[in-house]
């Protein structure tokens, strides 16, 4: 069944777990992504960063989850994951998209304030919730921000404020993860988190935590964390499985072949996932 973000987490918070957000990049993604929801009887976020949005379109997307969602017996949102702009927000609810991100983390405090505002005053009125973003995810999801040398961490005085002014419904914090490829060993800063969460009220959401170990993400959980993003390593394990195939048959030219070891790996990272967060059998 399709449905918003809204209620997925607000059941997330009072039951202490997170619902996963897996980035999709394809047909092959959504069909993953809902067949590991469907066997860890598993609510499910899908989400699209802007430059998967840019190599389909917004339709695409909303006509391929939509599908999925239809087909699902277990509750499944498409959320659109970084949102550059007013504009590209309330395209993404028109065209059908279940949830949106306003990313404002890369501009000063109160103009953050103002580009949320500008999105949830359109968006809640009709039910739609908004992710913000304030403090700093680092690394590089796509063409998003990149922040070296200025303090990441979510201040939470700031967050109170902000939340309180912009009415978002959920906050993305920055406590120490990073997009992409982690360098060194991935560190949450949960003391952070904790004095974040101990301001307010509303779902966090963890961002860039590929290849967090998980003890970290179950600790994060407890410290507030509702949602949590997935996004390289389900790249990572759909070419695995895609190489792998076609390491073994370099001739093969039927693209669906490759793909169906791609999928497995997709399903297995996800639904390992699932049981981590806490979410399997709670559709
Ligand atoms: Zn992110």
């Given at each position: 069944m399709f449905?918003?973000?809204k209620?997925m987490?607000?059941?997330a918070?009072?039951?202490?777990?997170?619902?996963?957000a897996?980035?999709?990049e394809?047909?092959?993604?959504v069909m993953?992504?809902v067949r590991?929801?469907?066997?860890?009887?598993?609510?499910?976020?899908?989400?699209?960063?802007?430059?998967t949005?840019?190599?389909?379109?917004?339709?695409?997307?909303?006509?391929?989850?939509?599908?999925?969602?239809?087909?699902a017996?277990v509750p499944?949102?498409?959320?659109?994951?970084?949102?550059?702009?007013?504009?590209?927000?309330?395209?993404?609810?028109?065209?059908?998209y279940?949830?949106?991100?306003?990313?404002?983390?890369?501009?000063?405090?109160?103009d953050?304030?103002?580009?949320?505002?500008?999105v949830?005053?359109?968006?809640?009125p009709?039910n739609?919730?908004?992710?913000?973003?304030?403090?700093?995810?680092g690394?590089?999801e796509?063409?998003g921000?990149a922040v070296?040398g200025?303090?990441?961490?979510?201040d939470?005085?700031?967050?109170?404020?902000?939340?309180?002014?912009t009415?978002?419904s959920s906050?993305a914090v920055?406590?120490?993860?990073v997009?992409?490829i982690?360098?060194?060993?991935?560190h949450?800063?949960?003391g952070?988190?904790?004095?974040?969460?101990s301001?307010?009220?509303?779902?966090?959401?963890?961002?860039?935590?590929?290849?967090v170990?998980?003890?970290q993400?179950?600790?994060?959980?407890?410290?507030g964390?509702?949602k949590?993003?997935?996004a390289?390593?389900?790249?990572?394990?759909?070419?695995h499985?895609f190489?792998?195939?076609?390491?073994?048959d370099?001739?093969?030219f039927?693209?669906?072949?490759?793909a169906?070891?791609g999928m497995d790996?997709i399903?297995?990272?996800?639904e390992?996932?699932m049981d981590?967060?806490g979410?399997?059998?709670k559709?």
């Amino acid at each position: 069944m399709f449905v918003t973000t809204k209620e997925m987490l607000l059941r997330a918070q009072e039951g202490h777990y997170a619902v996963g957000a897996f980035n999709v990049e394809n047909l092959e993604f959504v069909m993953a992504v809902v067949r590991a929801a469907q066997s860890k009887r598993s609510p499910v976020i899908m989400q699209t960063t802007p430059g998967t949005v840019r190599y389909a379109s917004l339709d695409y997307f909303v006509a391929m989850v939509r599908c999925a969602a239809e087909s699902a017996d277990v509750p499944v949102a498409l959320h659109l994951d970084h949102g550059n702009g007013f504009d590209r927000c309330v395209q993404a609810i028109r065209a059908g998209y279940s949830s949106v991100m306003i990313d404002g983390s890369h501009v000063p405090f109160e103009d953050n304030i103002a580009l949320t505002e500008s999105v949830t005053k359109v968006a809640l009125p009709i039910n739609l919730p908004v992710e913000a973003e304030l403090g700093k995810v680092g690394g590089k999801e796509d063409d998003g921000p990149a922040v070296e040398g200025e303090s990441p961490y979510t201040d939470p005085d700031e967050a109170e404020e902000f939340v309180a002014r912009t009415q978002c419904s959920s906050l993305a914090v920055g406590v120490g993860t990073v997009h992409g490829i982690y360098k060194g060993t991935p560190h949450i800063e949960q003391g952070v988190l904790k004095a974040i969460c101990s301001r307010l009220s509303i779902p966090l959401v963890l961002h860039g935590t590929s290849g967090v170990p998980d003890d970290q993400v179950a600790e994060a959980i407890a410290n507030g964390i509702c949602k949590v993003n997935y996004a390289t390593e389900l790249r990572q394990a759909f070419m695995h499985g895609f190489m792998g195939h076609m390491e073994k048959d370099p001739a093969c030219f039927d693209p669906k072949k490759p793909a169906a070891p791609g999928m497995d790996e997709i399903q297995a990272v996800v639904e390992s996932h699932m049981d981590n967060l806490g979410s399997t059998n709670k559709a």
